[in-house]
């Protein structure tokens, strides 16, 4: 099964992808903003408590239409994670870490990794994309896709 998994994931970590953010878009590089800063801000106590709180909002509320199989730094699989586990390898992983979450039958992946102010969603069916945009936007996040760089 670890093997499949592995290959499903490295499949889908190739898809188009979105990101569930605290920002509407993404902070273009020439922007006079303070980006670094915020994000370093939110990324300190307890900003990133109530960060990581909204995502695991998503990831609980998206639990009760899609099976999800999580696992956590590359480790054991668990299928069916109890709400409270769920929240809490979630918060771990946005610490230190990674999460990988597939969603229903493998067709979609969202990942967290410590160190991030966002989700990355991979694969969306346009059901799934909306679904997750009305989560997102009910826990005060945003959901978007980066523009496509036709240089890479």
Known sequence: MEQEYDRIVEQLLEAPYWVIDFLP???PQDS???FFAVEQYYLEEPQHERLCRQFAD?????????????????????L?????????????????????????????????????????????????LELVRQ??????????QPPTDSNC
């Open 25 to 27: 878009m993404q902070v």
């Open 32 to 34: 006079a903003g303070q």
């Open 58 to 78: 998503v990831l609980l509320k998206l639990n009760c239409y899609y099976d999800l199989l999580v696992s956590r730094d590359g480790g054991d699989e668990w």
């Open 80 to 128: 069916y994670p109890d709400p409270k586990m769920l929240e809490k390898w979630l918060m771990e992983s946005l610490q230190n870490g990674h999460l990988c979450v597939l969603i229903g039958d493998g067709d979609a992946l969202i990942t967290a990794s410590g160190g991030d102010t966002n989700l990355t969603l991979y694969n969306l069916s346009p059901a799934l």
């Open 135 to 144: 989560l997102a936007t009910a826990a005060g996040l945003f959901l978007w």
